[in-house]
């Protein structure tokens, strides 16, 4: 799996990590119980584009990636600018 700071799409670095892990009998209900979410398909749906990271999450999602130092910020700016719906906001993020 690529590094972090090799993604622009922080959904696409998450699918990775968990497709590196599903041979290994990896799953959602894990992925999510290890960011804290009780939901088994949260992730998933984060995944898909059809449910979104607050904050917090962002940190949580984080911390189970086990992203730690300048990729923590990194996956932040990734997830901010992703789910950005301004234009103008979202080049801002790019340049970060």
Request: proline share 3%; hydrophobic share 40%; no cysteine.
């Amino acid at each position: 799996m690529k590094p972090v700071m090799q993604y622009s799409d922080f959904r696409e670095f998450l699918r990775d990590f968990y497709q590196e892990r599903k041979p290994y009998g990896f799953s959602f209900r894990e992925f999510s119980k290890l960011a804290g979410y009780s939901s088994p398909v949260f992730l998933k749906l984060v995944i898909e584009g059809k449910a979104n990271l607050s904050e917090r999450g962002t940190e949580r999602v984080a911390n189970a990636t086990g992203l730690v130092g300048a990729d923590v910020e990194y996956f932040r700016i990734l997830v901010a600018m992703n789910q950005s719906k301004n234009a103008e906001e979202k080049k801002l993020l790019f340049k970060e």
